[in-house]
C-alpha cells in the first residue's frame, strides 16, 4: 500500500515539473534569448516528465486492482 502512495506523490511531482517546463517555454520571455536546442531540450524534459507520471501513476492503478 506505501510502495502505491510514494508512486503516486512521485507521479503528482514528475506532472508538476512536466506542467510547469512546458509552461515555461510558451509564457516567459526571457526564454526567447536561449539557443533553440536549449528549448527543445527543455520540451523534451517536460514531455518525459509528464509520460513518467503518467506511467507511474497508471502502474500504481494497475497493481492495487491485483
Same mark, same amino acid.
Given at each position: 500500500m506505501s510502495a502505491m502512495n510514494g508512486q503516486r506523490v512521485l507521479a503528482v511531482i514528475l506532472l508538476i515539473i512536466a506542467f510547469l517546463t512546458l509552461a515555461a /517555454?510558451? *509564457? !516567459?520571455? !526571457?526564454? @526567447? @534569448?536561449? /539557443?533553440? *536546442? *536549449?528549448?527543445t531540450a527543455l520540451v523534451v524534459a517536460g514531455a518525459a516528465c509528464a509520460l513518467g507520471g503518467v506511467w507511474l501513476w497508471l502502474r500504481g492503478t494497475a497493481s492495487s486492482s491485483e
Open positions: /517555454s510558451r *509564457a !516567459f520571455p !526571457f526564454l @526567447d @534569448d536561449i /539557443s533553440g *536546442a *536549449a528549448e
